[in-house]
T-cell receptor, first 113, second 111 residues
Framework: DAMVIQNPRYQVTQFGKPVTLSCSQT?????MYWYQQKSSQAPKLLFH???????NEADTPDNFQSRRPNTSFCFLDIRSPGLGDAAMYLC????????????FGDGTRLSIL | GESVGLHLPTLSVQEGDNSIINCAYS??????FIWYKQESGKGPQFIID?????DKRQGQRVTVLLNKTVKHLSLQIAATQPGDSAVYFC??????????FGTGTRLLVSP
C-alpha cells in the first residue's frame, strides 16, 4: 500500500563520504520534493522537481543535489556530508503542486560518523 | 519575514477530551492550508485541508477552522485517543508547488 517509498530507512555514512538517498512513488504524481527535518523541527524544503524541471530553494547548500531519472524515482545526493547534515530526509509528492496535499514517505534517517 | 507558527509547543490532554491545536499565519495571500500528523519515526500524514473560501471543514473526528480576519487556523480533535499522540503541523500553500510548515505542536494523550 505504500505510495511513497524511501530507501533505506536508516543510513550511516562517514564525514565527507558521498551518500545517495532514494525515493520512489506509485502515484504517478508530477511533483517530487525533498525535505530535511531535524529533531523537533518542521520539515524544510530543499528542492523539488516538476516533471523534469528542477527547482532549488535559495538557501539549499550546494552540497545537496538531486536527480529524477523518470516519473517514479528521485534521488538526493549529498556530495560531502558534514555533521550538520545528520537529519531525517523526507520525500513527498503531489499531483501537480496546486491546492492539494503533499504525500510523504516515512523518511531516511541519516547519521554521520 | 512572513511565517506560519503555532502558539503552543506541547498540549497534554486526557483520553476522551477534545483537543484544539492552533496555528497563526501571516501571509494574507495564502489560499490553502493543510494539517499533518507526524508520529515518531514516520513521515507527515495528511489529516485534513481547507481552502481560503471556506471557514470550516469536517472530517472523521477532526474539524479545521479558518479565521482569515485574524489569520488563524485550528485543528479540533474530538474524543482524543492515545493513538492521536503525535506532533501536528499546519502547513500553508504559499505559492504554487510549495508548502511552508509551522513549528509543530506535540499532542500528548494520557489514559
Amino acid at each position: 500500500d505504500a505510495m511513497v517509498i524511501q530507501n533505506p530507512r536508516y543510513q550511516v555514512t562517514q564525514f565527507g563520504k558521498p551518500v545517495t538517498l532514494s525515493c520512489s512513488q506509485t502515484l504517478n504524481h508530477n511533483v517530487m520534493y525533498w525535505y530535511q527535518q531535524k529533531s523537533s523541527q518542521a520539515p524544510k524544503l530543499l528542492f523539488h522537481y516538476y516533471d523534469k524541471d528542477f527547482n532549488n530553494e535559495a538557501d539549499t547548500p550546494d552540497n545537496f543535489q538531486s536527480r529524477r531519472p523518470n516519473t517514479s524515482f528521485c534521488f538526493l545526493d549529498i556530495r560531502s556530508p558534514g555533521l550538520g547534515d545528520a537529519a531525517m530526509y523526507l520525500c513527498a509528492t503531489s499531483r501537480d503542486g496546486g491546492r492539494q496535499p503533499q504525500h510523504f514517505g516515512d523518511g531516511t534517517r541519516l547519521s554521520i560518523l | 519575514g512572513e511565517s506560519v507558527g503555532l502558539h503552543l509547543p506541547t498540549l497534554s490532554v486526557q483520553e476522551g477530551d477534545n483537543s484544539i491545536i492552533n496555528c497563526a499565519y501571516s501571509n494574507s495571500a495564502s489560499d490553502y492550508f493543510i494539517w499533518y500528523k507526524q508520529e515518531s519515526g514516520k513521515g507527515p500524514q495528511f489529516i485534513i485541508d481547507i481552502r481560503s473560501n471556506m471557514d470550516k471543514r469536517q472530517g472523521q473526528r477532526v474539524t479545521v477552522l479558518l479565521n482569515k480576519t485574524v489569520k488563524h487556523l485550528s485543528l479540533q480533535i474530538a474524543a482524543t485517543q492515545p493513538g492521536d499522540s503525535a506532533v501536528y503541523f499546519c502547513a500553508e500553500n504559499r505559492s504554487f508547488q510549495k508548502l511552508v510548515f509551522g513549528t509543530g505542536t506535540r499532542l500528548l494523550v494520557s489514559p
